[in-house]
């Protein structure tokens, strides 16, 4: 994956400065976990601002964007944050719903928590499929 990162009044705005950034062991098993059960990548990028609820610090966050299998046909894509402290993190889902003959797209926010250190003992695309499945049966998607 490859995100960019604007800096305001940088001075060499236009460079492409290459560094490698690897996903915490807890991380990689949800990412693991969508392209399991068929997700695909389309773009991972940083915002500006704070996501509401979580234990984010920092003024910015990395939003990971994937394309929805045809079995999740209610969903256009779903868009993946992790913020994390040195025991949990805050896994943060926005759910892109495709508009329908008679019904707007809309997102829809859900965020549960992982342990660093305990993650293991989950079947993360169980875990998943069984979560957007029933978020989906409760707003009409699936």
Known sequence: MTTEL???????SGDLDPI?????????????????LGFRFKSADMERGHIRGTRQRLPFYQEIEFFAPQQYRGLNQVEVSFVADDRE???VLEMDKKPGLFTEGSDS?????????DFHATDWAAYLNQWL?????RRNWL
């Open 89 to 91: 993190m805050d896994v």
């Open 133 to 137: 499945a029933e978020v989906g049966g």
């Open 20 to 36: 490698h950034v690897h996903p915490l062991p807890a991380q990689q098993a949800i990412l693991d976990a969508f392209i399991q």
């Open 109 to 117: 926010f859900r965020a549960f928590k992982v342990g660093l250190h």
């Open 6 to 12: 604007e800096i305001a009044r940088a001075v060499d």
